[in-house]
RNA sequence: GGGAAGAUACCAGAGCGGUCAAAUGGGGCAGACUGUAAAUCUGUUGGCUAAGCCUACGGUGGUUCGAAUCCACCUCUUCCCA
């Protein structure tokens, strides 16, 4: 299966110019996907991009990775464009090397191969280039009626809200054509890929290789990924879902994989995961057979996890899930290590009280909202106790319940909960 | 500029001067069921020292034994006509 098949099978292909697949299959092509470094870390909406030159790589060609430090100050007008911040230049060094060590889990960047991935950044050719050059250079190849006909400006121009766009913004897909015209003649990177939506700033590119340099410079896109509910891809209710650890825990990051709908998984196991399609086809019909076993959303968070963090929190993920999702009991909680506790809940409402409290013994319901302060008031701590919703170190209490030094773990600590998913950690000390 | 209607809880939206912490729907939270899903059913959704009390129906005053409800003024919103 060559690399387009495979993109084809995987649903990663939306859209190429005609003569891709050719030129794929006659040499090793370079090609290149274009990230904004608006963070030091990416998210898993960049995984897509990220992918398709990992499945390039495998497929023996050469992959680029252009960190946007020009491009990102201007913002992309396709779609909704918030006014952008300006980095500075210190920021970016500090976000691209970021990004480069997640992306070295995905792409080989260092070995011999003719195919070793690079990462380039456009801020460092388009910091010199003056604006009468641009406009003497590049303006001069490509008509206002060119851009104007494209879908992400005649939307501003036109459509219903006519918001309008600076110039700014207008200029946007020339300076990504700029992007792909530079690393053609440098790194003779003849095919940009991207989301569907960059569609019409990847044919500039090609437009103005053509017009400038007379040669064939091509383009292919993946669709947007989306949810079967309609909801944004990638984003929970406490954001966007990162690679960084620090951002985004191993564990929150497995749950966020696992909890995918079935048609999603079936779907994102294809895109995600390099697994082949044997074992991709095999592992859906497993799942329609026992849908409630969840195979694929497994699989699917098991690869990823590893990929991107590691084995070991791959193994404490599913652990603390087991645990927390489980019917497991106070006897389980006693023998899971402090250090892997603390990390399980890590971003759970945490609150220290004092041994002696505890010695004395104190009633349930002001400990849950004076003492901590998880809940706000003890009418609502009172009402949960009566739905049967609170748990003290996974064990249901009423209203009558007294916390004492019995009810601490390990010495350390006591896991409060309402209901199955709000856990509250209590740290003695 | 002239006229009309309105402002109630997270949102929408009821509310004879006492029995209104305020109907109903949505949303939220929880329980059951389940697959950590969807759907469904049930409970709950101002605070407290809890059969009691306190604070709340745009703001400020007033009438009254008693006001979300009546009156005056103010602020804001919406609609209609110029």
């Not at 946007?68 to 006014?83: N, Q, R, V, Y």
Request: proline share 3%; charged share 25%; glycine share 8%.
């Amino acid at each position: 299966m060559n690399f387009i098949e495979n993109l084809k099978w995987r649903g990663m292909l939306h859209d190429m110019m005609p003569g891709t697949e050719e030129q794929l299959n006659k040499e090793m092509t370079t090609a290149y996907v274009g990230i904004d470094p608006t963070a030091d870390s990416l998210h898993i909406g960049h995984l897509v991009g990220v992918m398709m030159l990992k499945h390039l790589q495998e497929a023996g060609h050469r992959p680029i990775v252009l960190i946007g430090g020009a491009t990102g100050m201007i913002g992309d007008p396709s779609g909704k464009s918030l006014e952008r911040n300006l980095l500075d230049e210190e920021a970016i060094k500090h976000n691209m090397a970021c990004i480069k060590k997640q992306l070295e889990k995905f792409l080989d960047f260092d070995s011999d191969a003719p195919n070793a991935a690079i990462m380039v950044n456009n801020y460092d050719w388009m910091k010199d280039f003056s604006f009468l050059s641009f406009i003497r250079d590049i303006g001069k190849h490509i008509t206002v009626n060119y851009m104007m006909s494209k879908d992400s400006v005649k939307k501003r121009i036109a459509g219903e809200d006519r918001e309008g766009m600076s110039f700014t913004e207008f200029s946007y897909q020339l300076v990504q054509g700029t992007d792909f015209l530079h690393l053609y003649q440098a790194y003779d990177c003849k095919l940009q890929m991207g989301g569907s939506d960059q569609w019409g700033n990847i044919t500039t590119g090609s437009e103005l290789i053509k017009r400038k340099l007379g040669k064939e410079a091509f383009a292919l896109t993946c669709p947007l990924i989306t949810k079967a509910d309609g909801g944004k891809f990638g984003k929970t209710e406490s954001g966007n879902v990162w690679l960084d650890p620090e951002k985004t825990s191993p564990y929150k990051f497995y749950q966020f994989w696992l909890n995918c709908s079935d048609t999603d998984a079936e779907k994102y196991i294809k895109i995600f995961t390099l697994l082949d399609p044997e074992r991709i086809t095999d592992l859906i019909t497993q799942h329609n057979e026992a849908p409630h076993l969840r195979l694929l959303q497994k699989e699917l968070a098991k690869e990823l996890t590893i990929r991107v963090h590691s084995q070991e929190d791959y193994d404490a993920a599913v652990e603390a899930s087991t645990l927390l999702f489980g019917n497991s009991t106070t006897d389980n909680l006693k023998h899971v290590p402090f250090e892997m506790l603390l990390s399980v809940f890590e971003g759970v409402p945490q609150a220290s009280v004092s041994a002696e409290i505890l010695k004395q013994g104190i009633g349930i319901v002001d400990f849950l909202s004076e003492t901590t302060g998880f809940f706000p008031s003890k009418g609502e701590v009172r009402r949960s106790l009566k739905e049967n919703a609170i748990s003290i170190n996974k064990q249901k209490v009423d209203e009558n319940y007294t916390i004492t030094s019995n009810d601490v773990i390990d010495d350390k600590l006591i896991l409060a909960q309402k209901g199955k998913k709000n856990y509250y950690l209590v740290l003695i000390g």
